[in-house]
């Protein structure tokens, strides 16, 4: 069972991650579908997934990673990561189950948690990165008003090959709240 509720978007639940969550977390980011849209090249085995949930939970870092839930389960995850609260700067990531794909679930999750980003931890600028050939995500950060700023050529290697990134980025006051 997720955790308790920190945010709540318009269809989704954003739920503190716990240990019981690492079952569902590491069967999902080892499925090929999901892992295709990131950058995870290797396996994740259920103990580096539980040491990752505990790095998490721990309060070791500033950033900030909660489970996407619909009607009490969870669909995915989305997070704010490289925190640079000196800057007011986080880099947003997230990934849904293929069966939650389509649902608008993603857009509204990354819209509630860079309005948590900007209202509450006082961030200036929030950016992603997209594999060129994730169209799904890229519309999600465009809903929410993110910008592509450029494209970071030959960035990542996966699958034999070298691939392009988009970069996009939002600055406070260019969120896209959807109303």
């Excluded at 318009?10 to 019981?20: A, H, K, P």
């Excluded at 009490?72 to 990934?95: K, Q, S």
């Excluded at 050529?153 to 006051?173: K, N, P, Q, S």
Aim: aromatic fraction near 10%.
């Amino acid at each position: 069972m997720p955790g308790p509720a920190f945010l709540r978007g318009e269809t989704v639940t954003l739920r503190t991650v716990e240990g019981e969550d690492v079952e569902f977390l590491q069967e999902t980011v080892n499925n090929p579908d999901v892992r295709h849209g990131l950058s995870a090249t290797e396996p994740i085995s259920e103990q580096a997934e539980r040491e990752w949930v505990e790095s998490v939970t721990s309060g070791e870092t500033d950033d900030v990673h909660l489970l996407i839930c619909v009607d009490g389960e969870a669909v995915g995850i989305i997070g704010l990561n490289d925190v640079t609260d000196r800057i007011g700067m986080a880099e947003l990531g997230y990934w849904l189950t293929p069966d939650a794909w389509g649902n608008g679930y993603a857009t509204d999750a990354a819209r509630r948690l860079t309005e948590y980003a900007f209202q509450e931890r006082r961030f200036h600028r929030v950016y992603a990165k997209v594999f060129v050939g994730n169209e799904g995500s890229q519309r999600v950060l465009e809903k929410t008003g993110f910008q592509r700023e450029g494209t970071l050529r030959d960035h990542w290697f996966r699958d034999g090959r070298y691939e392009d990134v988009y970069i996009y980025g939002l600055l406070e006051g260019e969120l896209d709240h959807g109303e």
